[in-house]
C-alpha cells in the first residue's frame, strides 16, 4: 500500500463542498446525513459527508467510539440508508434500489469482514466460504472455496465448525469468505478487534495480501493507528463530520 494522504489533502473527503464522483470510482457519496429519533429529541450521527473510493485504493476511517463510524460504513454498503444524501456503490445509485436489488449487487462484488466474524455456527469452515459463491449461483463454489481456504492456510481446518476453530482462525475463514468471490470492494470493521496483537498482525498481513492480488478497493474502520498508517488514506471521523489525514 502507498503512504497516507499528507495531513492537510482534502480528496475525497469533505464536511461541506459539493463533490462530483469520478467516473473511475467504486464508491461515492455525497451530502451523507444520518438523523435518529431519541429521548432529548433529534440527534444527527452523519453531518453531510463525502468520501470517494477509487479501484484498489485503501482508506482507513479512524476516530472515537460513538464518533459514527460504523454508521457510515453500513451505509456507504447499502445495509443501511441515509437521512440525506446519496450513495453510489459500483456505479450504481443506492437510493433506487430497495434492499433485494441493493444485496444483488453486493453479491460477488463487495466482500465484508467484522470484528465478530459473522460466521455461521452451523455450517464448516468450507461451506462458509461457499455461501456467497452459492448465492450466485458459482458452480465451482466447493473447489473455489477450498483454494481459497488453501490460500489462507487453512484448507485442514475445512470440516471444522466456526466453535471449533480459534478467534484468528475464524477471521481467516471470514477473509476467506470475503475474497472467495474476488470482489471490487471490501468492508471491513475492525477487523482485529476480537484478537490479540500477534494474532491481529497476521490477519492484517494477509488482508493486505488478498487485497494486492485481487485489486480489491478497500474501506477500513478501525481503532488502530498501525493498521491505519498501512492504508493509503486516513480520515477521521469526529462528531459525525469527516476529515482527511
Avoid: Y
Avoid at 23 to 51: C, N, Y
Avoid at 149 to 159: A, N, P
Amino acid at each position: 500500500m502507498n503512504s497516507p494522504t499528507p495531513a492537510g489533502t482534502n480528496s475525497a473527503a469533505g464536511a461541506s463542498s459539493a463533490v462530483s464522483a469520478s467516473p473511475e470510482a467504486v464508491l461515492s457519496g455525497h451530502q451523507i446525513a444520518k438523523r435518529v429519533s431519541g429521548p432529548e429529541g433529534e440527534l444527527t450521527i452523519l453531518h453531510e459527508l463525502d468520501i470517494e473510493v477509487h479501484p484498489s485504493e485503501a482508506i482507513a476511517i479512524v476516530g472515537p467510539s460513538g464518533s459514527g463510524k460504523s454508521t457510515l460504513l453500513g451505509i456507504l454498503a447499502g445495509l443501511d440508508t441515509p437521512t440525506e444524501g446519496t450513495v453510489e456503490l459500483l456505479h450504481q445509485p443506492l437510493s433506487s434500489m430497495d434492499e433485494d436489488a441493493r444485496a444483488r449487487l453486493r453479491a460477488g462484488q463487495v466482500g465484508f469482514v467484522f470484528q465478530s466474524f459473522q460466521l455461521l455456527p452451523g455450517l464448516t469452515a468450507l461451506e462458509n466460504v461457499m455461501l456467497p459463491l452459492e448465492l450466485t449461483g458459482d458452480v465451482d463454489a466447493a473447489e473455489r472455496a477450498r483454494a481459497m481456504l488453501e490460500k489462507v492456510g487453512l484448507q485442514h481446518r475445512s470440516g471444522h465448525q466456526p466453535l471449533q476453530l480459534s478467534g484468528g482462525e475464524q477471521q481467516r475463514v471470514a477473509l476467506a469468505r470475503a475474497f472467495v468471490s474476488e470482489p471490487a470492494l471490501l468492508f471491513a470493521d475492525e477487523p482485529t478487534g476480537n484478537l490479540d496483537s500477534e494474532t491481529g498482525e497476521k490477519v492484517i498481513e494477509l488482508m493486505f495480501s488478498l487485497t494486492r492480488q485481487q485489486g480489491a478497493a478497500v474501506v477500513l474502520v478501525t481503532h488502530d493507528n498501525n493498521l491505519a498508517a498501512r492504508c493509503d488514506r486516513i480520515l477521521r471521523m469526529g462528531n459525525g463530520r469527516l476529515e482527511a489525514l
